[in-house]
């Protein structure tokens, strides 16, 4: 049995913002300036299908800010040779003088472009193994089914730290055991339901003790899209249009709610027909409420509460943020926060 609780001892819970990478240069510095401004600890940067690649937004916001921690959440190995994502994770370490993570995780929506996805537990092992072993520099090898290292292999230039902190990205029970066994925070991403937070902190177990770690071991990130404005009507509206794709892909993968087979099929058909504002109008309010942070900002904090409550250890607050990016990020960090209590029991 794993375990289902809490440490006793409080712990301060983190706030994060995931930002889409489909801005014109010079806008993720000033995002990035504004959250770290509002005291935000995390900046992530998504890596989805057919966006520019996160390295670009958080080089530019690396040099912009000097306290957030910055990251890919998440760079795919499917796509992206892990020897790749070691020397941007390496540049964007330097570059932030030592505040940058390795996200992970396998995507979805490959088969847009003719990639197939076998074995996705042992891709992202084999990949974060290949990712440390070139940081560390000490060219001993590596044996895999899929990134091997000869031996002699290492970069050729120097890195500033051997071991950033590992994020993984998954819903499964088998990626968040693997989370349990050799990643520092699991990112469940496109949630808002704080039952899941019980769920995912139970499957993290079952890797955790597997070698000597409990579930609390790692930190459990939840996060989903975001709208957040005092027009808590319009907010929801853009909320269900920003959220219909990726109702499609994750509504599912939760079991702790059933939602109707006809509504997703017919989410999936519309989104897929890029009519994105009539696939998000056939979604009602309680299945929004699972999937997006949505409305004014008493209630986007009142959601975000309740996933604090339930033991998450950070909430990440995801693009597009509010009618405007800036919009957005101003009112999460002006009126959001404040309304938090950020130490869960």
Request: proline share 7%; net charge negative.
């Amino acid at each position: 049995m794993t375990e289902s609780a809490p440490p006793t001892s409080p712990k301060r819970v983190e706030i994060g913002l995931g930002i889409q990478s489909d801005k014109a240069p010079g806008s993720y510095a000033r995002i990035a300036q504004l959250a770290e401004g509002h005291d935000v600890d995390v900046v992530s940067v998504f890596s989805d299908l057919l966006f520019q690649p996160p390295i670009v937004a958080l080089l530019e916001m690396a040099l912009a800010t000097s306290r957030v921690r910055l990251g890919a959440a998440c760079w795919n190995p499917y796509t992206l040779h892990p020897y790749e994502i070691a020397g941007q994770l390496a540049a964007l370490d330097v570059a932030s003088n030592g505040r940058a993570f390795l996200g992970l995780a396998k995507g979805t929506w490959l088969d847009a472009v003719g990639v197939r996805q076998p074995k996705p537990v042992a891709h992202l092992r084999e990949a974060a193994a290949h990712i440390y072993a070139l940081l560390a520099g000490d060219g001993a090898g590596l044996d895999g089914e899929f990134y091997p290292l000869q031996p002699g292999t290492a970069l050729r230039y120097p890195v500033l730290r051997s071991t950033p902190p590992l994020l993984l990205g998954s819903w499964g029970p088998l990626g968040a055991a693997l989370a349990g066994r050799i990643a520092d925070e699991l990112k469940v991403g496109g949630t808002v339901n704080p039952a899941m937070v019980a769920v995912m902190r139970d499957r993290i177990g079952v890797g955790a003790q597997s070698v000597g770690r409990t579930a609390f071991d790692v930190h459990l990130v939840v996060g989903a899209v975001t709208v957040v404005d005092r027009d808590g009507v319009a907010a929801r509206e853009v909320a269900r249009r920003e959220v219909a794709m990726y109702l499609a892909a994750v509504a599912e993968l939760d079991p702790t709610v059933e939602i109707p087979g006809e509504l997703l099929d017919s989410v999936r058909s519309l989104v897929d027909a890029g009519e994105h504002v009539a696939a998000g109008a056939r979604i009602p309010d309680d299945v929004l409420d699972l999937f997006a942070f949505s409305g004014t900002p008493e209630q986007v904090a009142a959601q975000a509460q309740l996933l604090i409550d339930a033991g998450a250890d950070r909430i990440d607050f995801g693009t597009p943020h509010g009618l405007t990016d800036l919009g957005g990020v101003e009112i999460i960090g002006r009126e959001v926060l404040p309304l938090l209590r950020r130490e869960r029991a």
